[in-house]
T-cell receptor, first 115, second 110 residues
């Protein structure tokens, strides 16, 4: 079974530019989550999709972040315009059941550096 | 009070030692709990799930105390390969938004 795939693995962009991160969940997993870990801090929830619908986006830091999951398959997270404090590792995870009742499977993350 | 708090660590133990980490949570309605392991610059990977009073898997034992709202992870006969950061993960309010602890770093030395 293919795991959760994230692309790109690394991205270095200048402040003010736009970056789009992609996540392909495990096939059949309706639940898709985005998380972020900034340097020295704990992993923070960003948002949760159930199929193509946003179940909870309370963790999104501000309106520079836009997440989509058209068709309920892969998801994208766009940051526009990027700021220095957006640097960190962005993880995507998926699960079969809501609330991750049997745990989440994480992708290997996208390391974003804004300079 | 943070929603999930873990022992700050780091823990430095010799091979073969037994080590225990604690994690407290604030959401008394939480039903499921998880311990994840994260190696340096890697993604978190599920180590154990805890739904009732506890769970055991080989050298690893997780225990849950609902009255005191804490879970623990016990590692027996530590191996060098156990060196990692251990994350306590608890569903937040509403059951869906997941809260991660800051992690406890473990170093196992020969």
């Amino acid at each position: 079974e293919a795991g959760v795939t994230q692309f790109p693995s690394h991205s270095v962009i200048e402040k003010g530019q736009t970056v789009t991160l992609r996540c392909d969940p495990i096939s059949g997993h309706d639940n898709l989550y985005w998380y972020r870990r900034v340097m020295g801090k704990e992993i923070k929830f960003l948002l949760h999709f159930v199929k193509e619908s946003k179940q909870d986006e309370s963790g999104m830091p501000n309106n520079r972040f836009l997440a989509e999951r058209t068709g309920g398959t892969y998801s994208t997270l766009k940051v526009q315009p990027a700021e220095l404090e957006d640097s960190g590792v962005y993880f995507c995870a998926s699960s079969q059941r809501q609330g991750g009742a049997y745990g989440y499977t994480f992708g290997s993350g996208t390391r974003l550096t804004v300079v | 009070r943070k929603e999930v708090e873990q022992d700050p660590g780091p823990f430095n133990v010799p091979e073969g030692a037994t080590v225990a980490f604690n994690c407290t949570y604030s959401n008394s309605a939480s039903q499921s709990f998880f311990w994840y392991r994260q190696d340096c610059r890697k993604e978190p990977k599920l180590l154990m799930s805890v739904y009732s009073s506890g769970n055991e898997d080989g050298r690893f034992t997780a225990q849950l105390n609902r009255a005191s709202q804490y879970i623990s992870l016990l590692i027996r006969d530590s191996k060098l390969s156990d060196s990692a950061t251990y994350l306590c993960v608890v569903p937040g309010a509403g059951g869906f938004k997941t809260i991660f602890g800051a992690g406890t770093r473990l170093f196992v030395k020969a």
